[in-house]
Nanobody, 125 residues
């Protein structure tokens, strides 16, 4: 099991940038593909939306259409950390952002093995 802790959320204005980070506890962090999901206000856990994912070694990435060109996922396996750089933020990006680990590789579905507790991102207009 990988314990994941997100950080970097906050309140920003439309057009601003934020960088989220997620640290994993497991020494074999590099064995897991990592993903970012978000849960908008008023929506349940089953409605968590895929945002981005990155392969074990960081050589492959995937993005939701809604964030392509604005968000960038990256990882530093030496630091057991995955990042989500978010630029040109919009009010629709307001959500709790979760990182997740998946042993079987990158996926846009929510069948990840371990999840963090989330970090709030609020974008004002």
């Amino acid at each position: 099991q990988v314990l994941l802790v997100e950080s970097g959320g906050g309140l920003v204005q439309a057009g601003d940038s934020l960088r989220l980070g997620c640290v994993g506890s497991e020494r074999t962090f590099s064995s897991y593909a990592m993903g970012w999901f978000r849960q908008a206000p008023g929506k349940g856990r089953e409605e968590r939306e895929f945002v981005a994912a990155i392969s074990r070694l960081g050589d492959s990435t995937d993005y939701a259409d809604s964030v392509k060109g604005r968000f960038t996922i990256s990882r530093d396996n030496a630091k057991n950390t995955v990042y989500l750089q978010m630029n040109s933020l919009k009010p629709d990006d307001t959500a709790v952002y979760y990182c997740a680990a998946r042993y079987l590789g990158v996926s846009q579905t929510s069948d990840y093995d371990d999840w963090g507790l989330g970090t709030q991102v609020t974008v004002s207009s």
